[in-house]
């Protein structure tokens, strides 16, 4: 059976049983070949739980940068080689922080510090000529974010104006348009495609946060640490509690999604590839280390008002309650860890970085209006946000 939100064979056999060896040949060369729908489908049908140790399968190119990297990927030579003319132009982008190709190169880029991408072999990782080329990007790519969040302006005096400073942006910047339309007016399929386009950093947990812990020092080092342990307050979680993946993994079944990692990556647009790819462009350099600190905060700051939107549009249509529930700290814990704890003891024990931070903080809130506007404009006009 084919689902109608997936566009994949389910993953059981015609009378409830296992898939045989041919059956998953097919569904592996089906689900590389056949569109993805995100309507039609009942709400509430349930699908297998993801494992947490899946790789993120091969997803199509969008250009000639990404077509290379995953050329060179798949291929059986065993060094890379540099960019070719089309990918070299590719560089050249009038628009770097939404354009599919380069941020799908980025993403493939990165994922294999990550958990992987299926079929690519791990001695990639590290490959000098592969690093050599993604230096080039990353090039273009950073610069690009200074320009998007402004990074020249005046920065605060001191670590306390950092503080208020960073607390007044995200107070404004609170979704609340997205939210509310979530919430309130969102259909079955603009809330699939809601999941389908955040899925991305979703699915990522804490994990670009995890690589900065080592890299800090003082108190932020603990504050950061608690971030990427779980929601209560910095505790692990508890037996049986899901944790903020997991819940959003079920609400993405709860509306007949693939919820596996990666699964949605081809529906995915460059306008929210960009956002992760900044947190794995500040987690993987160390000089980057408070922008990464400062990102965190910000999206921690600004995060609750969206996820309870599109948890109230879940109910809104019956799709069950599974699904629904706190994702994570409670938002004046968030406050102060994230404004004082992480952020403030940064900036107090570290003063050098305030820029860093700063910019971190102001590139967050550019990367989520831009996919905001994306959203709101797509489904106001009666299209799809998907690629």
Known sequence: MVSAATGVPRQHGGAGGPLSAADRARAAITRRIAPVAVSGAPLGRPSPRPTGSERMPLPEPRGPLSAELIAVLTGDDPAARGLGPAARQALRSADVLADEDLQLYLTLSY?????????????????????????????????????????????????????RELQAMTRSATDRSLAAYLADCATADQLREFLIVRSAARQKRADPQAFVVPRLAGAATAAMAAMVQGPAEGQPHQPGEPDPAARYADAMRALDLDSHYGAQLDRVPAVALVSVNAMSLFALHRRLSGAMVGHAAAQLMTSAAVDHGWQQGLLRLDAGDRATGPLGRRPEVVQRMAGGSLAGDLAADQPGLIADLMFGARACLVLQEILTDHLLNSWQRGGSALR
């Open 111 to 163: 994922e294999l510090h990550y958990r992987g991408i299926a079929g690519v072999s791990d001695s990639w990782e590290w490959n000098p000529a592969l690093l050599l080329v993604r230096s080039l990007v990353e090039r273009v790519f950073e610069a690009a974010l200074r320009a998007a969040a402004d990074a020249d302006r005046p920065l605060p005096a001191d670590p306390d104006a950092a503080v």
